[in-house]
C-alpha cells in the first residue's frame, strides 16, 4: 500500500512537469529488490528514556518522523524501505540546544543497511549529537556525511580513566610558615600580613568591592574509593554490542559523566576511584533482579539501580538507592528536617512557657515561603549571655528550632536525593531568616503574634539573630533499603585494578560537545532549501541553528505516505 502510494505520486509528479518529448525529467530509480531496507533501532541503557532527545530522520523532500524510547518501550525500531532514488537525514538531538540532557551518554541508536538478498551490508553506531546522512541509490545504500558516530563495536574500557589518588606530597614551609613573614619569593604564609581588601582602619576609603569566589561544586580528587562488581554467571557484564551492563558515575545534576566502568570477564572485579568532597550520581545498568551486583560506598545493590552519595572530609555517605522501577513508575519524597537557633531578647522573663513556642513557631513559619506552623516546633529554650544590639532588656535567649518540609514540593522543587542540593536549599533558608531579621521584619511579625496571642512578656524593642541553621536529618520515602557492604575496609597498600584492559574509547563516544544539534542542523537546512544534490561537507563546517519546529511545513508527510513505521519490538536485521 505504501509503495502504491509513493509510485503514484511520483507518477503525478512527473506527468505535471513533463515538457516536449525527449525534454522531460530522467525517470527515477526505482527499488527492483524487496530487501534493501535501512533498520533503524534506538535504546537507552539504563532504561528510563532520553530526557526529550529525540532520534530524527527525514527523507529529503518526503516523509519525516521521530522516536525516543521511554520507561514503556527500552527499545524502539523502524524500517526504511524506498521505491525510489533518495537522500535520508539522522540525528538524536534535543530540541533546545543550549540545554544538557539528564544522562545523555546513555542515548544510542543504531542504522543498519541491508543488501538486496537481506543480508547486513553496513552498521552505523551513534549516540547523543550523532548524526548521518545517506544516500539510497541504485538499490544500495552509502554514506555522504557523518560526525560523532562511535565504533561499531565496543570495546571493554575495563575502569576506563577511573584510578587511585596519587600520594600526597609532603608539603615543605617557606620560612614565614603559617603566620610567619612569608615563603618563598616572598609570597605572604598563612596568617601572615597580606592586608584584605575591605577589612582595616582604612577600609572606608576604598572604592573597591571585595566579592568572594563562589565555591566549587566539588573539591580536588583526594579521597580513594572502590566499586566491586559480581556477575552470577562468571562471564563478565561487557558485551562488545553494547548491550552489556555498565556503571556510570557522574554529577548529582546527571549532566557531566566523570567515569564508566564495567567487568569484562569472571565474576567478580574492582575499580579504584579518586574524588573530591561533592555530591554524586551511579547507575549500574541491566535487568533488574536479587542478584547482589555492586557494592560501593559502604552498601550493596542490584543492576538497574541509581546510586546517589555525596564525599565530605575524606569520607563516602550513601545517600539513597532508587530502582529503575521506582524511576519509572513510582515517586520519592525527600522529607528534610532542619535545625536552628534563634537568639532573641526584649523578653521580659527567662522562663518561656507554650505560648511564647507558639509565637516564635508562628512567626518563623511566616518568613519562608512553603513553611506552616505545624510543621515548625520549638524544641527548647536556654540563656545566652550575649549582648545583642539594639536591645534594653539583658534577657537573651536562645530558642532551638526544627522543620520538616519535602525538599521536591513547590515551592522548594529541590532534588532531595542530592546532598549538595538539600545543603543549598538551606542555606538560601538561612540567608532569608537572617535578611528578615536584620530588616526588622521578623520583630514586627513576632510583636504582631505576640499581641495575637495575648502574650506580654514581649517588649517593643524585641531583637533577633538566627545563630545556626543545618540539615539534621533527610528521609527518602519510596526509595529502596540499604544494605551495608559486607567486604573488609579498604587497604590501599595492596592497590588493584580490574584485570582487564582499559580502552578510553566508550568515554570519546559519549563526550558533549558544544554544537548540539549540529549534525541535524546540517541537513534541516538543505532540506528546507530543496536541494536536489547533496555535497559532502568538511567534518569541521558550521551552520546556522535550526530546530525541529523550524522544518519548513511542507515537507511533513501525510501519514499514509510516511516510510516509517515505529515498531517496539526489535527487528532481527538478519531475517528481513
Known sequence: MIKALLLSVVAATATAHKGPK?????????????????????SDFYGDGWDSVEFHGEE????????APDCMHKKLSTQICPDKDGTYYFTAAHANSSYIPENYWEVFWTATSHNCDGSVANVYTGGFNSSLIMDYMGNSWSVQYWENLW??????????????????????????GKGGKGGKGGKPGKGGNKPIAGTGMNATMSNTTHVPKAKPRYGPPAVNLRVTMFDEDGDGWWMNDYSGESWYLADDRREKLFHTGTLCDGSVGSCNLCLGDGSYTMRFTGEASNFTAWDFCGVTGQRAQELTFHVLKGACYADSIVSLHTDCMGSVESHVTL???????????????????????????????GFSAENVQVLSTSLDSRVMSSSVSNVVQDYTFEVTFVAENSPFNTDGRSYAAVESLASSIATTLSSAMSSGQFETKLQLESSLQNVVSLSAQAVAELVSLEVSSVTYVGSEGMISSTLPTLSWSDYYQSSSDSNAGFEVGVTFFGAVVVGFVAFVGIMSQGIKKYESLPMDSTHNEVFSSDMDASISPQVEQSVFQVDATPINTNNL
Do not use: R, W
Open 339 to 369: 535545625t536552628g537557633v534563634v537568639a532573641m531578647s526584649g523578653f521580659t522573663t527567662e522562663f518561656a512557657d507554650k505560648s511564647t513556642y507558639s509565637v516564635v513557631s508562628n512567626t518563623l513559619a511566616d518568613m519562608i515561603t
Open 151 to 176: 565504533d561499531n563495536e565496543k570495546k571493554c574500557d575495563a575502569c576506563g580513566d577511573a584510578k587511585q589518588c596519587k600520594p600526597k606530597k609532603s608539603k615543605s614551609k617557606g620560612k614565614g
Open 22 to 42: 525527449g525534454h522531460g525529467p530522467p525517470e527515477p530509480v526505482m527499488n527492483m529488490c524487496n530487501h534493501t531496507c535501512l533498520t533503524l533501532e534506538v
Open 60 to 67: 529529503e523532500g518526503g516523509a519525516a518522523m521521530s522516536m
